[in-house]
Nanobody
Framework: QLQLVESGGGLVHPGGSLRLSCAAS????????IGWFRQAPGKEREGVSCTSSSGDITNYADSVKGRFTISRDNAKNTVYLQMSSLKPEDTAVYYC???????????????WGQGTQVTVSS
């Protein structure tokens, strides 16, 4: 069973940067798609980014494209989300997640971390 734990959230000023980490245990993550999602209070959960098992294919929500970068280090069993030029609108709980092995995309994720809070405020 795959378990995921996010870390790296915190308080940052607009324009600042933060790197989130998603560490896997229970199984190696080198065969899993890994996605980042976020949910702000009163808003629907939205997909932020997704990466293929090798990291060679990535996608991003339009709202973060050019500012966020997803990467993975399978040897460390960790996926990262580098966030730059942060805006107050980025404030949310950020989750990493994975779908079951098989023909499923990040939108079918069933393994979820506990979330890490990112607050962008002056």
């Amino acid at each position: 069973q795959l378990q995921l734990v996010e870390s790296g959230g915190g308080l940052v000023h607009p324009g600042g940067s933060l790197r989130l980490s998603c560490a896997a245990s229970g199984s190696t993550m080198d065969k899993y798609l890994i996605g980042w999602f976020r949910q702000a209070p009163g808003k629907e959960r939205e997909g932020v980014s997704c990466t293929s098992s090798s990291g060679d294919i990535t996608n991003y929500a339009d709202s973060v494209k050019g500012r966020f970068t997803i990467s993975r280090d399978n040897a460390k069993n960790t996926v990262y989300l580098q966030m730059s030029s942060l805006k107050p609108e980025d404030t949310a709980v950020y989750y990493c997640a994975a779908p079951p092995l098989g023909p499923f995309g990040c939108d079918k994720s069933s393994y979820w971390g506990q979330g890490t809070q990112v607050t962008v405020s002056s």
